[in-house]
């Protein structure tokens, strides 16, 4: 029976599903992908259900073996460097990993997660109908924590991968273009004056190292309150920008708490949470406004566009080996360059 053991796995690497719904009333966050968008491309290149489960691969890097038996793989998110038994894969693929093959991944020239699915998903224990880890609450994945090397994560193994041919996704939606993070203001905006919100607007801020699955913390010229900085909690919704007493913008993510009492200014719209979470400290970015309606026609877009993975599939070409290329006649003739005849 085939299987996916771990070899290596830096700080980071979870399994995730699209989340834990459901449970906010109690206090259950939903964790799920950081990157929504390259988690989704992976699942519709394996064509998986959107609910399967994948590894999240942070900047720490990932080195996986399959054993007993073939193993239909797909990855893609952020400029990763991907390599099998060494030799250099594309940014994003689906691939067949042969017993014995080792799948690495490494922080590449930028991106802060990578995704990395099996057909038919991880078969890890459902907690509360999901298989998202949660780290500070220690559920769901493997027993609520990072995976580590030794680690063998149970497959579909239903799902036969000689159907699935290895292939090139060519997914433009991931590309981390540098345009404004689009925002809808709210329901706290009236805690800031008009020109304090022109001035988020208008400013640039910096990633700072204060970043991690639950909030993005910024730096930047700072945000004054005009009502103080403080309300009666209610709820947390992903891309959240709450501006805290620091006057810094504290953006929220997938391992957010579920209640609040910082006003908030905003929320960053659901179809640029991916790109946003792709940010390593010390980049820079630029925020601007954006309706309720441009934002709903964004999601729609995007969603459609990564619906159409399949057709962005082109067929993986394989380096030759040395042997090949020494055995070819490469040369089909030769001339005398001094012999003008």
Excluded at 123 to 152: F, K, N
Aim: aromatic share 8%.
């Amino acid at each position: 029976m085939a299987r996916l053991r771990v070899v290596s796995a830096g700080p980071g690497a979870t399994i995730q599903d699209v989340g834990r719904f459901g449970y906010l009333r109690f206090g259950v966050t939903p964790a799920g992908p950081m990157d929504w968008t390259a988690f989704q491309t992976v699942a519709r290149a394996l064509d998986n259900d959107e609910r399967a489960a994948a590894i999240e691969i942070s900047v720490g890097g990932l080195g996986v073996t399959a054993e007993e038996g073939a193993v239909a793989v797909a990855y893609a998110g952020g400029a990763f460097n991907w390599t099998r038994d060494g030799a250099a894969l594309p940014q994003a693929a689906r691939i067949i990993l042969r017993p014995g093959e080792i799948l690495s991944a490494q922080a590449g020239r930028a991106g802060a997660w990578a995704y990395l699915g099996v057909a038919g998903g991880f078969m890890t224990p459902l907690e509360m109908g999901s298989r998202a880890t949660h780290l500070r609450a220690g559920i769901g994945g493997l027993e609520g924590r990072m995976l580590s090397a030794g680690d063998v994560l149970p497959l579909d193994c239903g799902r036969a991968c000689e159907a699935l041919k290895e292939a090139e996704i060519e997914a433009p939606w991931l590309a981390g273009r540098a345009r404004p993070y689009r925002v809808v203001l709210g329901p706290q905006d009236d805690y800031f004056s008009n020109t304090a919100i022109d001035h988020f607007f208008r400013e640039s801020f910096v990633l700072t190292p204060a970043a991690d699955r639950m909030a993005y913390r910024f730096r930047g010229a700072p945000i004054a309150h005009a009502r103080g900085f403080n309300i009666i909690s209610d709820g947390i919704a992903l891309g959240a920008i709450q501006i805290a007493g620091d006057e810094a913008p504290l953006i929220l993510m997938a391992d957010r708490q579920p209640t609040g009492g910082y006003p908030k200014i905003g929320h960053v719209a659901t179809a640029d949470i991916g790109r946003l979470a792709q940010m390593r400290p010390g980049e820079s970015c630029r925020f601007c406004v954006a309706t309720v309606e441009e934002a709903r026609a964004a999601l729609i877009a995007l969603e459609e566009r990564i619906a159409g993975t399949k057709t962005r599939l082109r067929p993986l070409l394989k380096a030759p080996a040395t042997a090949s290329l020494l055995s070819a006649n490469l040369v089909g003739g030769v001339v005398n360059a001094f012999d003008p005849d």
